[in-house]
């Protein structure tokens, strides 16, 4: 079981940035997916998090109104799609998912069971 997470990059502040996320097995479809972030000397933190649906979504308080999450389950792929970007987003991006099939979103990252590689998102002032 592999997720491999892409799309980071280096961006100045209020500009944007695509992350996906691919899934090696069709299972995922029916898993809750999620993107957490961690920037240095930080906890990791939840940033987003979404049903096998598509229908419930979570945002951290922080990226509300600026970040959508969502999923293509024929592609088994989750994405980050992030607006007006600003230099404390930045941090290693990672996607997870939970693997309680047909959950409702989590946000504690003890939660989830898969995790991708990160990928770097850097945001100049």
């Known amino acids: 079981v592999q997720l491999q997470a892409y799309g980071g990059g280096l961006v100045q502040a209020g500009g944007f940035l695509r992350l996906s996320c691919a899934a090696s097995?069709?299972?995922?479809?029916?898993?809750?997916l999620g993107w957490f972030r961690q920037a240095p000397g930080k906890e990791r933190e939840f940033v987003a998090a979404?049903?096998?649906?598509?229908?419930?979504?979570y945002y951290a308080d922080s990226v509300k109104g600026r970040f959508t999450i969502s999923r293509d389950k024929a592609k088994n792929a989750v994405y980050l799609q992030m607006n007006s970007l600003k230099p404390e987003d930045t941090a290693v991006y990672y996607c997870?998912?939970?693997?309680?099939?047909?959950?409702?979103?989590?946000?504690?990252?003890?939660?989830?069971?898969?995790w991708g590689q990160g990928t770097q998102v850097t945001v100049s002032s």
């Open positions: 997870a998912a939970d693997k309680v099939e047909f959950g409702v979103p989590v946000t504690a990252h003890a939660e989830y069971d898969y």
């Open positions: 097995e069709r299972t995922f479809s029916r898993y809750v």
């Open positions: 979404i049903n096998w649906s598509g229908d419930r979504i």
